[in-house]
């Protein structure tokens, strides 16, 4: 199965999506907005703690499904000194997304980091000693 894939998601998160039940999250790392960008409802995902430069093959994770989706622009003003100030946005994702099964990574398509990361992964029904 092909899909995308979070990277770097905290492993409290991934376990707790595992339990079954649906989690809204808000994600604000670069490449995984650009990831979820243009993605709806019904879309699978892989979810790893691996960070995005280390994710390989053999590496595990969770394949969700997008519940709801919604990417936001949040403008920041920064006051420095005097008169003077910075204006910053930073771009987030909120999404909710319920746990399909556990997986693990077969292989990785990662073109650059303004792209979506893409995995291949095998649908794991348990884990074994290795």
């Known amino acids: 199965m092909k899909c ?3 990277t770097g998601i905290s492993p409290d998160v991934i376990q707790e999506l595992h339990k079954g039940r649906p989690r809204t999250l808000e994600l604000q790392s670069t490449h995984n907005v650009i990831t979820l960008a243009g993605l709806g409802p ?8 691996v960070e995005m430069e280390d994710l ?5 994770g969770i394949i ?4 709801a989706i919604s990417i936001t622009m949040k403008r920041m003003v920064e006051f ?12 987030s994702a909120r999404i909710k997304v319920r746990c399909v099964g556990s997986s693990i990574v077969k292989s ?3 073109e650059s980091i303004l792209q979506p990361i893409m995995v ?8 074994h000693a290795g």
């Open 108 to 110: 990785v398509t990662h």
């Open 42 to 49: 019904g879309t699978a995902i892989f979810m790893t703690s």
């Open 4 to 6: 995308f894939a979070l």
């Open 120 to 127: 291949e992964v095998v649908k794991s029904a348990c884990y």
């Open 64 to 67: 969700t499904e997008i519940i």
């Open 80 to 91: 420095t000194q005097g008169y003077h100030f910075e204006e910053r946005e930073r771009m």
């Open 56 to 60: 390989d093959p053999g590496d595990s």
